[in-house]
C-alpha cells in the first residue's frame, strides 16, 4: 500500500501557492497525495489541487482559519492525522507554515525536520536533505519511529509537475472550542507591488550593503526594468530600512532561482547565498576581488557599482535604442 503523503494547502494573492503545487508534486512521487485546505479559497481551489496530484482533499471554507490563525487549524489537522494516519505532512516554509507545523509538533509531541530541500522514504524512515552554510553543504536528517513525519520544505525545491486526478473532497468540521479563537487578526494591510515579482522573475537585480544609501536602489530599479526583471535586497539593506522586507532574499527572506542574477555591492554572507545560489548564471559588481561573492559567480566585475551599472544602463539603453530603427 502506498504511503500516504499530505499537503497543507495555502492561498496566496488569491490563489494556491506555488510551495502547495510543488510540495504535491514531490508528494506524488513517495506516495498517495493528499491536501488539506482550511478556510477561505478561489473557487477553483479544489480543481487546482486536483490537476497537481491530490487524490483527496480535506476542506473547510469555515473563516476561522483565516480569522483566527495557527490554533483552529492544528486542532483540525491533529483530528485528521489520529483519523487517516498519513505517513507524512508537508508544510511550505511560509510564516503561516511554520507557525502550523511547530504548534502541530508540540500537541502531537512528535519531531519536525525544517528548511528541508529534499526528502525520501526508506524502509518506514524519512531522510531529508538540509543545505546547510549558504548550500555550501548538504546534511541528511532522519525521523523515525510511528506517527505522521512533519517536514518544512524551502521554497522552489521542488518541480511543480501537473498531473490531472480527480480529487475527491471530504467536508471537516471547523472547531467550536473559543480556545482556538482567543488569537485573531485585528488588521491586514496590502502592499502594492509593481511589476515582476521575485519569486517569478527570470531577471533579478539585487543590492547589498555596497550600495551606501537607500537613493541608490533607483538605479537598480532602472536596470532591472531594462532587462525586464525585478529588484532584491540582503538583508542588510533591508535592516537598513533601505528597502521593504519584500524584497529580501536570503535564508531569512525569499529563496529565488532566476535564469540571470546581478549582485551589486553585495560581499555574500551565507545568508544571502541561501536565497539565490540556485540561479543559473550570477554576475557579482564588488570593489573587493576577495568578497566571497566572487566564489558563486559566473562573471564578476571588480569594479565600482556606482560607474559600472551606470554604464550598463547606458549600453543596454543604445542596444535597445538601436534595436526600434
Known amino acids: 500500500m502506498a504511503d500516504l503523503i499530505w499537503v497543507y494547502g495555502e492561498v496566496v494573492d488569491g490563489r494556491i501557492s506555488r510551495a502547495t503545487l510543488e510540495m504535491l508534486s514531490k508528494a506524488r512521487e513517495l506516495g498517495r497525495a493528499e491536501a488539506v485546505l482550511l ?3 478561489p473557487d477553483d481551489a479544489v480543481g487546482t489541487l486536483s490537476a497537481h496530484g491530490a487524490s483527496r482533499v480535506y476542506r473547510s471554507t469555515d473563516p476561522v482559519y483565516r480569522d483566527c490563525p495557527t490554533l483552529p487549524a492544528v486542532e483540525t489537522i491533529a483530528t485528521l492525522i489520529a483519523s487517516h494516519q498519513p505517513t507524512v505532512m508537508l508544510f511550505a516554509s511560509s510564516y503561516g507554515g511554520r507557525d502550523v507545523a511547530a504548534a502541530l509538533s508540540a500537541k502531537l509531541d512528535c519531531g ?26 548538504q546534511n541528511t536528517s532522519t525521523l523515525t519511529g510511528p506517527g505522521a513525519k512533519l517536514v518544512l520544505v524551502r521554497p522552489k525545491a521542488f ?9 475527491t473532497v471530504e467536508e471537516v468540521p471547523a472547531p467550536r472550542d473559543p480556545t482556538v479563537r482567543k488569537i485573531r487578526v485585528t488588521e491586514r494591510v ?17 543590492g547589498g550593503r555596497g550600495l551606501k544609501a537607500p537613493e541608490r536602489f533607483a538605479m537598480l530599479q532602472e536596470l ?3 532587462l525586464g526583471g525585478a ?6 539593506a533591508v535592516d537598513a530600512a533601505w528597502v521593504p522586507y519584500a524584497l529580501q532574499i536570503g535564508q531569512t527572506g525569499k529563496t529565488v532561482k532566476p535564469d540571470l542574477y546581478i549582485a551589486c555591492g553585495i560581499s555574500g554572507a551565507l545568508q544571502h547565498l541561501a536565497g539565490m545560489k540556485g540561479s543559473k548564471t550570477i554576475v557579482a559588481i564588488n570593489t573587493d576581488p576577495d568578497a566571497p561573492i566572487f566564489q558563486v559567480a559566473d562573471l564578476g566585475v571588480v569594479g565600482d557599482v556606482f560607474k559600472v551599472v551606470p554604464q550598463l544602463i547606458e549600453e543596454l539603453k543604445k542596444r535597445k535604442g538601436a534595436g526600434a530603427h
Open 159 to 167: 518541480e511543480i509537475k501537473p498531473n490531472e486526478t480527480h480529487a
Open 112 to 137: 519536525a525536520l525544517t528548511d528541508v530541500g529534499d526528502l525520501a522514504l526508506r524502509s518506514g524512515s524519512l531522510e531529508a536533505t538540509i543545505p546547510a552554510l549558504g548550500g555550501s553543504y
Open 231 to 236: 529588484v532584491g535586497a540582503t538583508r542588510a
Open 190 to 206: 496590502t502592499v502594492k507591488r509593481e511589476g515582476p515579482q521575485l519569486e517569478d522573475s527570470r531577471v533579478i537585480v539585487s
Open 224 to 226: 532591472a526594468e531594462l
Open 39 to 41: 478556510g477561505p479559497a
